[in-house]
């Protein structure tokens, strides 16, 4: 997962709200299955995927023996329980890393950089002259708005006959973007550096989304603004050096399981991210989502729950690549099966370690990018949850950018639960939640540290009795998410062009 939350300050220390006039979604006692789903079932599929990892070079990726692994304990998991379990195989481009990539300052001599590799970078060793973009905003605006690179005429022609590398900063178009418009100008090479707001000032990496032939590396905002005004003054010639594979048809899957019992006319799709990035085991992002949506399934079927709607499991592959098999899942139903989906739940972290208790902001009335009708019914289903429990929640950007994104763009409501990645823990966030305000949420986010030993159980336990209630409130509803009190959902949100996670 590489979302990037933009919180919403919270001062007070409980966040109550009332009942919103539109919400018609019932009240369900689900303390059964909240006290059935515990911490300690949960870490204990945490440790089956931490060994799993250990196993298989210290990864989970999909395209990885240690995903296939992964896929079989859930599929085993889940028919133990008693589901009828599919799998569901589908190529996608496969990217690792080689070796960690150089950025060396040549000319004036300096020190190195510390740098990050974009997914499907191309391989290369470049030495040239630094050509920072036309219009990359320096000082930076107050909110993330630069577009940067992201028409071809932001870069300036690159030299015919010497190597050139073009500096572009962090905006409001995807890394692709930018990287295909410096590739169409002639540039050799690219750096893309961070906008420059608050939890936009980190070291920066993400994903082109697909294969490019140029090296392509990050910087923080600190020593790509510094590099900017040292270009801008005068020539500036630095090396950099990437060594990457991919393979374009690798294979993956998903896996699905339904509750036997349910209208089939009605399914809640309840879902979590199986793989991890390359670089690391993935306990965190997205292991404790998956062991929460496995916990939930087995505990589910041992408290034999017969559902009016009907509940689909669903632990998705490739979307450290792109969120691609949840894209690949909803794009391939038959439209009659797509009908049938009437939300989606997405759990993208659920035990960072600096943690926030992020709820996904549905009706965009916080943060402003709103779900289909019913996301914001969904997201009153875990603030009203949360303010029974007196417990604060913030608002995260519905975005798109995680596993739920396909479905929003089908018209589906969505919603779910975030404990945070890198972004930095506000001061006004540290008072409501504890932890320690300026450190990221999970300082081991797509590290290989990202392992047993970074989860926090008290996250754990707050978020996993918010997930279960949400599943099953949803589960048992006879009056929907909609003012109405129907159970009828629309799809045909339309014309939303949703960029891969970690692609801005």
Not at 408 to 431: C, H, M, V, Y
Request: a negative charge.
């Amino acid at each position: 997962m590489r979302i990037i939350a933009i919180p919403l300050v919270v001062t007070a220390l409980v966040v109550t709200l009332a009942p919103q006039a539109a919400s018609a979604v019932d009240q369900v006692n689900t303390k059964k299955l909240r006290d059935a789903v515990t911490v300690s079932g949960i870490l204990g599929h945490e440790r089956v995927l931490q060994r799993i990892a250990d196993q298989n070079d210290g990864t989970r990726a999909s395209g990885t023996p240690g995903f296939a692994a992964s896929a079989d304990y859930v599929k085993q998991t889940l028919k133990k329980a008693g589901y009828r379990v599919t799998e569901q195989p589908f190529t996608f481009p496969f990217f690792k890393e080689l070796a960690d990539p150089q950025l060396s300052r040549v000319s004036p001599a300096g020190d190195d950089y510390e740098t990050a590799i974009f997914d499907f970078s191309g391989s290369g060793d470049v030495t040239g002259k630094v050509v920072p973009a036309l219009d990359n905003v320096l000082p930076p605006a107050e909110t993330p708005s630069s577009s940067a690179g992201c028409e071809p005429e932001d870069f300036t022609p690159a030299s015919a006959t010497e190597p050139e590398i073009a500096l572009v900063q962090r905006g409001t178009c995807t890394f692709a973007v930018k990287t295909a418009n410096a590739e169409a100008a002639g540039y050799d090479a690219v750096i893309i550096f961070n906008e420059g707001q608050e939890g936009r000032q980190e070291l920066l990496d993400g994903t082109l989304g697909g294969p490019t032939d140029l090296p392509v590396v990050g910087l923080s905002f600190a020593d790509g603004s510094a590099l900017d005004a040292a270009a801008s003054a005068g020539d500036v010639v630095l090396h950099v050096v990437t060594s990457t594979f991919t393979d374009p048809n690798a294979t993956t899957s998903n896996i699905i399981a339904d509750t036997p019992g349910g209208d089939p006319d009605r399914v809640i799709v309840v879902g979590a991210h199986l793989d991890s990035v390359v670089k690391g085991p993935g306990i965190n992002d997205d292991g404790s989502g998956v062991a929460l949506n496995l916990e939930i399934a087995v505990q589910f079927a041992k408290l034999k729950i017969k559902p009016r709607q009907k509940v689909r499991f669903a632990f998705w592959g490739a979307e450290e690549s792109g969120t691609l098999g949840s894209e690949h899942y909803v794009a391939t139903l038959p439209d009659a099966d797509l009908a049938r989906i009437y939300a989606n739940l997405n759990f993208d972290m659920i035990a960072s370690p600096n943690y926030v208790r992020f709820v996904y902001d549905g009706d965009g009335s916080s943060l402003g990018a709103e779900g289909p009708e019913g996301s914001g019914q969904i997201e009153q289903i875990f603030t009203d949850y949360f303010a029974t429990q007196n417990l604060a929640t913030d608002p995260t950007a519905f975005d798109g950018r995680s596993d739920y994104g396909a479905f929003i763009d089908a018209g589906i409501p969505a919603g779910g639960l975030f404990s945070g990645a890198e972004g930095a823990k506000t001061q006004a966030q540290a008072a409501t939640y504890g932890g320690t305000a300026g450190e990221a949420y999970d300082s081991c986010y797509h590290q290989a540290c990202d392992d047993i030993s970074n989860l926090n159980t008290k996250a754990i336990q707050e978020l996993g009795d918010g997930a279960a209630h949400a599943v099953l409130t949803l589960a048992l509803t006879r009056s929907g998410l909609y003012p109405d009190g129907s159970l009828h959902a629309t799809t045909g949100r339309g014309g939303t062009d949703v960029a891969p996670e970690g692609a801005f």
